[in-house]
């Protein structure tokens, strides 16, 4: 007799480690998601690189990694030099949840970072690259909303100081949202599999990391009620997902895992140092150099350095804000440096992927065989790079796929990705290994993420030695009985979730 094929949940947890999540759960803050760990598998994820949201999760999706899926993170070159535009999503190729879907399995998808739904057997709810999202079914969105008595939430806003209670509220009452609208999908769908996707936790942390690492106990209130309400909903989930009957699995995974930030390092900075990046009118004006520099030395300083942080708080996230900062500094991002860059000159550049580095194609004399001996002479200076440990990878090294039309030369990773990579030009040395206190949150990412498993037939099993994201698609696919494609990057771990009785 064969076994009954398991219905799957993937909840993911955008930005999950086990170095915040395990002292939450010591302290019992976090029940279910100690249950899980307790009684089912346990291991780190690791991610795909760069370790980003965008190509991270779409790998995870697909079973592909970026240099198959030809993404690299949020954007992809767009026309002449310094154009960008957000990737415009995985399809043609297919999700683990297409391949289920052809194979008659009824599947939803809530909060996937898409534009827009499109039609499969079941449902999706788009998320995070769609402000208005375009829902499938079609009227999806509005009877959602109806029975939630209030709007889908949206991507959380930009992160003030001064709206902190304000902005946390928003973060807390969305990811208790999700498992009220899991209750309501979960029922009227019925799926066989269903992913979820928390895309605050990574905000938070971002924002907040300072005040998240280490010891449980001393967490500040509003974050504690934060992870609370993301424990109490995955569990509303994982309860609503398992009443619709038949064995299920419970898989809770991160995308990426998080971090202290405590440096930043600015490549192309860099690159101009070395003449590999040439301005036609020297660079950055005056006014950026003497503001950055007056900004550094004062940060040293308390006082000083609790009166900068209201000040820059004020001057970020919006047009008219970053307006206001443009004015007084000067200009200092790569879009608005891009028409002071002479392109007939620079070999190389960062943009627009921060951990990678260009050849210029915009440059006429650059001939394939000279640009590949600049890439090679641009990777011996960095391992060289005296300020800081580079690491430095040709994609070919680093991925199965090789479609690289948009791919950067070289990918960088500085300092076990302590250090944050930037493009901009907005500080005259490439290395500022003091990290302004007014600089945006205190958070990284990380290479290892989180696995959580259980269910009906899941042993308990903590492993120490990585599983990969790229490993999660064939797994949900061999367990629900399904053909894993051929070409995927990954291997189905599908032997350590155990098996139900016949």
């Known amino acids: 007799m064969v076994p009954p094929r398991r219905r799957f949940l993937v909840i993911g947890l955008d930005g999950g480690t086990f170095d915040l999540l395990d002292p939450l759960m010591a302290a019992g803050e976090l029940p279910f998601l100690a249950g899980l760990a307790q009684k089912g598998l346990r291991a780190p994820l690791r991610s795909v690189f760069p370790p980003k949201t965008i190509p991270a999760w779409y790998s995870f999706a697909t079973g592909l990694d970026p240099g198959s899926l030809g993404i690299f993170g949020f ?11 957000l990737v415009q999503t995985f399809r043609p190729t297919e999700a683990l949840w297409d391949v289920l879907s052809r194979q008659g399995v009824k599947v939803g998808v809530m909060n996937f970072p898409l534009k827009a739904g499109y039609p499969l057997h079941g449902f999706v ?26 709007r889908y939430a949206r991507e959380l806003p930009a992160y003030h100081d001064n709206e902190r209670a304000a902005w946390l509220d928003i ?11 899991a209750e309501f999908l979960c029922k009227e769908f019925a799926p066989e599999f269903l992913f ?34 993301v424990d ?3 569990r509303r989930a994982d309860a609503a997902f398992r009443a619709g009957g038949g064995p299920c699995v419970t898989l809770v ?36 150099r003497a503001m950055s520099r007056m900004l550094v030395a004062a940060d040293r300083f308390g006082p000083v350095r609790r009166l900068l942080k209201p000040v820059a708080d004020r001057l970020h996230g919006g047009p008219k804000r970053e307006w206001v900062s443009r004015m007084v500094a000067g200009e200092g991002s790569f879009e608005g440096m891009a028409d002071r860059i002479d392109w007939e000159r620079t070999t190389a550049f960062s943009y627009p992927i921060p ?11 650059l001939t394939p065989e000279k640009g590949d001996a600049i890439i090679q002479k641009i990777r011996r200076e960095l391992l060289d790079y005296p300020e800081a440990r580079i690491e430095v990878f040709r994609p070919s090294e680093i991925y199965r796929g090789q479609n690289f039309a948009t791919a950067p030369s070289l990918l960088l990773r500085v300092d076990a990705m302590e250090t944050e990579l930037r493009m901009d030009f907005s500080y005259p040395a490439a290395m500022l290994r003091h990290r302004p206190g007014y600089f945006y949150g205190t958070g990284v990412h990380r290479m290892d993420g989180i696995l959580l498993a259980g269910g009906e037939g899941v042993p308990a099993h903590r492993e120490d030695d990585p599983l990969s994201l790229l490993d999660v698609a064939p797994t949900v696919l061999d367990g629900m009985g399904c053909p894993v494609p051929s070409g995927l990057a990954g291997r189905s771990f599908v032997d350590r979730l155990g098996s139900v009785p016949a």
Not at 75 to 85: C, D, F, L, Q
Not at 171 to 181: F, L
């Open 75 to 85: 954007t992809e070159p767009n026309g002449g030099p310094g154009r960008s535009r």
């Open 196 to 229: 979820i996707l928390f895309r605050e936790t990574d905000r938070v942390e971002h924002q907040h990391w300072t005040e998240l690492a280490g010891d449980g106990a001393r967490i500040p209130a509003d974050l504690l009620t934060f992870w609370r309400a």
């Open 125 to 150: 709810v788009p998320g995070m690259l769609s402000e208005e999202p375009t829902t499938y079914p079609g009227d999806l969105l509005e009877r959602l909303e109806a029975h939630l008595g209030e």
């Open 355 to 365: 951990e990678g580095i260009y050849v210029n194609r915009y440059n006429p004399a």
């Open 171 to 181: 973060a807390t009452a969305a990811v208790d949202q999700r498992g009220r609208a």
């Open 232 to 234: 109490a909903s995955c």
């Open 253 to 288: 995974i991160s995308d990426h895992g998080h971090g202290a930030v405590r440096s930043g390092f600015f490549t192309n900075r860099w690159l101009a140092e070395r003449g590999y990046l040439v301005f036609k009118n020297g660079g950055t004006s005056w006014r950026r």
